[in-house]
């Protein structure tokens, strides 16, 4: 079992940034990737990027050029700054770890991202 830990959601301004950190604990050693989703109210969740260990990168169109997604394969951790945020992004994040023999990963708890003036 893996057990992920979120933090770093919050309340901001648009415009503002956030760091959204996810740390992992249990058999690490099966993780090969690292996924961040977002759900907003009434709607499906989304993959928002991802990342491999040897830290190839995948992101959602909308976040591009915004949000970045980091790895630190030591502290077996996963991050995601946001920057420039708009409400539209406003929504819970999920960290998932894509890992062997675990079909859907391992998820975090969510933590809550609200973009209001």
């Known amino acids: 079992q893996v057990q992920l830990v979120e933090s770093g959601g919050g309340l901001v301004q648009p415009g503002e940034s956030l760091r959204l950190s996810c740390e992992a604990s249990?058999?690490?050693?099966?993780?090969?990737?690292w996924r961040w989703f977002r759900q907003a109210p009434g709607k499906q969740r989304e993959l928002v990027a991802r990342i491999t260990k040897s830290g190839l990168v995948s992101d959602n169109d909308s976040v591009k050029d915004r949000f970045a997604i980091s790895r630190d394969n030591l502290k077996n951790a996963a991050y995601l700054q946001m920057n420039s945020l708009r409400p539209e992004d406003t929504a819970v994040y999920y960290c998932?770890?894509?890992?062997?023999?675990?079909?859907?990963?391992?998820w975090g708890q969510g933590t809550q991202v609200t973009v209001s003036s």
């Open positions: 998932n770890a894509e890992a062997y023999g675990r079909e859907d990963g391992y």
């Open positions: 249990g058999k690490i050693f099966s993780i090969y990737a």
